[in-house]
C-alpha cells in the first residue's frame, strides 16, 4: 500500500499562485498514475489532472482552464500541482490519489489510495 499525504494548500489572493505537494510512503509509487481531484461541499469530487508514470499528463481542460501544471519528483516519491491565477472559485479540498494498474483515470473510482486532502482557500 502506498500513504499519501498532501501539504502547501492554504489562503492565497485571487490572481496568486500556489503549489500543492503529495507525498508518499510505504512504497515507491513511481509507475503509478496520479491524479488530482477537487471537492467542495455538496458537489461531486472533480477531476484536475494526472500524472503517469512515463510523465504523460492529462488535464481537465474546464477545471483551471491551463492554469495548473502538474509534475513529478520520482526520487522523492512525490507530485506536484502547481496552480496559477487563481480565482475565488478554484476554492476546494484538493485531493491526491494514486492509481496502481496505469489506468489513466479522470473518474475517482478509478483511484485505489487517497490522501486526506488539503483545503485550497482564495480570497477575492
Known amino acids: 500500500q502506498v500513504q499519501l499525504v498532501e501539504s502547501g494548500g492554504g489562503l492565497v489572493k485571487a490572481g496568486g499562485s500556489l503549489r500543492v505537494t503529495c507525498s508518499g510512503s510505504?512504497?515507491?509509487?513511481?509507475?503509478?498514475?496520479v491524479g488530482w481531484f477537487r471537492q467542495t461541499p455538496g458537489k461531486e469530487r472533480e477531476f484536475v489532472g494526472f500524472?503517469?508514470?512515463?510523465?504523460?499528463?492529462?488535464y481537465n481542460s474546464d477545471s483551471l482552464k491551463g492554469r495548473v501544471i502538474i509534475s513529478r519528483d520520482n526520487a522523492k516519491n512525490t507530485v506536484f500541482l502547481e496552480m496559477y491565477s487563481l480565482k475565488p472559485e478554484d476554492t476546494a479540498v484538493y485531493y491526491c490519489?494514486?492509481?496502481?494498474?496505469?489506468?489513466?483515470?479522470?473518474?475517482?473510482?478509478?483511484?485505489?489510495?487517497w490522501g486526506q486532502g488539503t483545503q485550497v482557500t482564495v480570497s477575492s
Open positions: 490519489a494514486a492509481n496502481s494498474q496505469g489506468v489513466d483515470g479522470t473518474s475517482p473510482t478509478e483511484y485505489d489510495y
Open positions: 500524472i503517469t508514470g512515463s510523465g504523460r499528463k492529462k
Open positions: 510505504g512504497r515507491t509509487f513511481t509507475f503509478d498514475t
